[in-house]
């Protein structure tokens, strides 16, 4: 079965710092792996997939499988970056098409 | 595109009372699932749908239920709430690449509906 690790549920970090949100997995096989975003009263939304290999407002995340990381990071936070982030793992076996979801950093970005 | 819907926004529910949350959406998505979403513990999956009138379990069914009369249509019942069931439960779908795999299409989230069961 796949597991997502995000070990920190809480990340604070002043604005213009660089800010890296950790997701660590499991699974066997080869993995799908996304970043979810959530701002304050907005519903969840994607943020990236390691598979199109995209920076997305500023961030970036490399699928590392030796380490099976997807560390989620950013050079330079801003304010609006403040926001609960889900790392999510999507199996990729046959018909499986679930995701399994980290329990989410928030991420406060402090001026 | 209203994307994905779901109603109600709010529930406050009396322990045994049994409700439906309805979850609806108009980008024509085989896919639909839903999740709930409790503090401190990411989201876990109740059931999925993979197109009408084809339902499964997911991680945590117990206390639910589901149908798929339609594809833009996946309602959530619960038969006899009880305060384990206090969440918030989120809605989503996603459409498939092509063939039976749709590993990187992204699942478009509803608003969210927070149910209280007391």
């Known amino acids: 079965a796949q597991r997502v690790t995000q070990p920190e549920k809480l990340l604070s970090v002043f604005k213009g710092a660089p800010v890296e949100l950790k997701c660590n997995y499991s699974y066997s096989g080869s993995p799908e792996l996304f970043w979810y975003v959530q701002y304050s009263r907005q519903r969840l939304q994607l943020l990236l997939r390691?598979?199109s290999r995209e920076s997305i407002k500023g961030f970036t995340a490399d699928l590392n499988k030796g380490e099976t990381s997807f560390h989620l990071k950013k050079p330079f936070a801003q304010e609006e970056d403040s926001a609960m982030y889900y790392c999510a793992l999507r199996a990729r076996a046959g018909s499986n098409y679930k995701l399994t979801f980290g329990k989410g950093t928030l991420l406060t970005v402090n001026p | 595109n209203a994307g994905v819907t779901q109603t109600p926004k709010f529930r406050i529910l009396k322990i045994g009372q049994s409700m439906t949350l309805q979850c609806t959406q108009d980008m024509n998505h085989n896919y639909m699932y839903w999740y709930r979403q409790d503090p401190g513990m990411g989201l876990k999956l109740i059931y999925y749908s993979v197109g009408a009138g084809i339902t499964d379990k997911g991680e945590v069914p117990n206390g639910y239920n589901v149908s798929r009369s339609t594809t833009e249509d996946f309602p959530l019942r619960l038969e006899l709430a009880a305060p384990s069931q206090t969440s918030v439960y989120f809605c989503?779908?996603?459409?498939?690449?092509?063939?039976?795999?749709?590993?990187?299409?992204?699942?478009?989230f509803g608003d969210g509906t927070r149910l209280s069961i007391l």
């Open positions: 390691h598979i």
């Open positions: 989503a779908s996603s459409y498939p690449t092509g063939g039976t795999y749709h590993g990187n299409q992204p699942q478009h």
